[in-house]
């Protein structure tokens, strides 16, 4: 598995991580904690060391299910979390309810602190390597903000800092403070919207890019066919990207994907995964699994170079089939 650095942090993390998101079970139809305790390991024994997740996730959930699965190997973890979606308190503003429980975006300092020691304790760790803001505040002032994770690396809690869900001015301001080792933002070849301004900003100042949802919610994995239905609380369900005639438009993409697929003996998705790697300033991309065969599947996408011809063969089939996918 290929390493990047992290910002200049000095860390060194495996180019493909572990997004877990779906491990919550919330917005995903559920989970089963084995099988993701299992995926997490599956993932570590195949050369992914970044496993990245989220107090919102499950409410805890999600963090409390790596922290299981990472028990005794936490040397071989880059772990990464968030901070700023908070349902402990009501300040800031308002984002979304689950259930009964209303979820606010806050980034005060010592709602930041406590939010990092709760993470901490469901982690089972002392340390967090790369610590994020979920989604960002305007009630609480950046400088606060950026002081508040300033000084949790001073006193070791955490070593790297990132943004995620960030506009190009609020990265800048953040810089204007301290340094800046990260920005997660979703990016797949259906959602293009950083090549215009953050993904160039932060090529060229050093700022590592995270890409969530590589591999658009599933979509483009090659696994969901226009007969696939959603349940539950699945977000996908209505989601109009997720329609019938996009899958279809979907399946002609990978369809064509298929020679470059064969040559390197991969799979759809580990396609798709080594093209969003190979983009100008993207270091890291975060697919999620619940199951050990789709994080041992999404690892090997790590070792996977693809030749300048078939960027372009992939480029072309995208301009043909995706331009028009919402």
Not at 49 to 63: C, F, K, M, N, W
Request: aromatic share 6%.
């Amino acid at each position: 598995m290929r390493t990047r650095k992290i910002g200049s942090s000095g860390i060194d993390a495996s180019v493909v991580g572990l997004g877990t998101w779906a491990i919550g079970g919330w917005l995903w139809g559920g989970s089963d904690e084995a099988d993701s305790i299992n995926a997490i390991r599956a993932a570590l024994d195949c050369g992914i060391t970044l496993i990245d997740t989220a107090p919102v996730y499950g409410q805890g959930v999600s963090e409390e299910v790596v922290g299981k699965a990472i028990k005794g190997r936490r040397e071989q973890v880059v772990l990464a979390t968030k901070c700023g979606l908070v349902w402990h308190e009501t300040r800031g503003t308002h984002y979304f309810n689950i259930g009964e429980k209303a979820v606010y975006k806050y980034l005060g300092a010592d709602s930041i602190r406590y939010e990092v020691e709760q993470s901490l304790r469901r982690l089972q760790t002392d340390y967090i390597d790369l610590y994020q803001t979920h989604w960002q505040d305007s009630t609480a002032p950046i400088t606060e903000t950026m002081g508040a994770l300033l000084e949790l690396k001073k006193e070791g809690m955490i070593r790297a800092i990132g943004v995620s869900n960030a506009s190009i001015e609020q990265i800048k301001e953040y810089e204007e403070l301290g340094k800046l080792d990260s920005a997660q933002e979703r990016y797949s070849m259906l959602d293009r919207g950083l090549e215009q301004d953050r993904l160039p900003y932060c090529r060229e100042h050093g700022i590592s890019l995270l890409a969530y949802s590589p591999l658009a919610l599933g979509l483009l994995t090659g696994r969901i066919g226009p007969e696939r239905e959603f349940e539950g609380d699945d977000l996908r369900k209505n989601n109009k990207r997720f329609s019938v005639e996009n899958r279809r438009k979907v399946a002609a993409l990978l369809a064509e994907f298929a020679p470059v697929a064969a040559v390197h003996n991969a799979t759809s998705a580990q396609i798709v995964i080594a093209w969003t790697l190979a983009q100008p300033g993207m270091t890291f991309v975060l697919c999620g699994a619940r199951k050990p065969q789709h994080a041992s599947e999404n690892a090997k996408a790590g070792d996977l170079v693809l030749s300048p011809e078939e960027l372009a063969l992939m480029d072309a089939a995208i301009v043909r089939h995706a331009t028009d996918i919402p």
